[in-house]
């Protein structure tokens, strides 16, 4: 769990483009969005998309994305749970 | 009689160098645009942690549009109706290759939310407009080069019908690495320079 909870946390930084943030910046529980890291509704629709291209989950509904992408501690229990690959 | 209008400041941006009003504000000899747009932007020590996410097309129109701005020390908390007319040749071909690659293979069919929504020239202009609180015209127009008679006379009866009270105009075009340029101008009823086809002309080949 915690290597893929670092690895959300490099995908998250790289891909989404966070500038001046560091792996050690993100804690485990810290919101993604809001006043946390502050992911808008763009970085939600690429966050799905990962879901779909790195570990094979489907989102059927766009706002199950809210609880899941709550952390990086309710990413990695939703994909450990889910995970098709 | 027609009132006539004056270009206030201008912006140039191209070949790794940003100048304003003739002047070069700052220069490097990076290898690739992205590193180059990425070090004159912290020059500038705006802080909109936004730019990172932008497409390199928004990049370079929001930081031609943010240098001028800043020097007419415009309060980008305070909303002004200022007009944006922007042109280029390229459009937004730069994102739409990358948005074609994610979606090319239909077995690895993975098109990105974040680079989709650049694939239009004119959200550039959205980019300004979010950072500076502009509720105001705009319009973006693609051209083979700059032309500046169809946009002295745009830029003309935006002001001479009240539509904006300055108008911020020029060419943002972003092909590739080696082939970008800004050139943006302010279009007012103050400044030095006569706001006709042969003064844009000439600051753009300066």
New interface residues.
């Given amino acids: 769990m915690d290597a893929l909870k670092q690895e959300l946390k490099e995908f998250i930084i790289e891909q989404l483009n966070l500038e001046d943030v560091n792996v050690e910046d993100i804690a485990n529980d810290d919101p993604l969005f809001g006043d946390g890291l502050g992911l808008d509704s763009i970085d939600a629709l690429e966050l799905i998309v990962m879901l779909d291209k790195n570990y094979g989950i489907k989102l059927t509904d766009p706002k199950q994305g809210r609880a899941i992408f709550e952390s990086i501690d309710t990413m990695a229990a939703y994909i450990t749970e889910h995970r098709a690959n | 009689m027609s009132q006539s209008y004056k270009i206030k400041s201008y912006c140039h941006i191209k070949a790794h160098e940003v100048s304003l009003n003739g002047k070069v504000i700052y220069a490097n000899d990076s290898n690739t645009f992205s590193e180059f747009i990425k070090a004159a932007y912290k020059s500038e020590k705006t802080k909109y ?1 936004k ?3 932008m497409d390199n097309l928004s990049k370079l129109a929001f930081l031609a549009a943010d240098v001028l701005l800043k020097n007419e020390n415009f309060d980008p908390e305070v909303e002004q109706n200022i007009a944006l007319v922007f042109s280029n040749k390229s459009s937004s071909l730069d994102t739409d290759r990358k948005h074609q690659e994610t979606i090319q293979d239909p077995s690895n069919y ?5 680079v989709f ?1 650049y694939t239009l020239p004119n959200i550039c202009i959205g980019e300004v407009s979010i950072k500076y609180k502009l509720n105001s015209e705009n319009s973006f127009f693609i051209f083979d080069s700059l032309n500046a008679r169809h946009l002295k006379i745009y830029s003309d009866i935006l002001l001479s019908n009240k539509k904006a009270d300055e108008v911020l105009c020029g060419w943002v075009d972003f092909e590739d690495d080696s082939h970008y340029e800004a050139f943006l101008y302010l279009v007012s009823l103050e400044g030095n320079t006569d706001h006709n086809e042969h003064e844009i002309n000439k600051l753009y080949n300066i």
């Fill in positions: 942690p730019f990172f996410k993975y098109p990105s939310p974040a929504v």
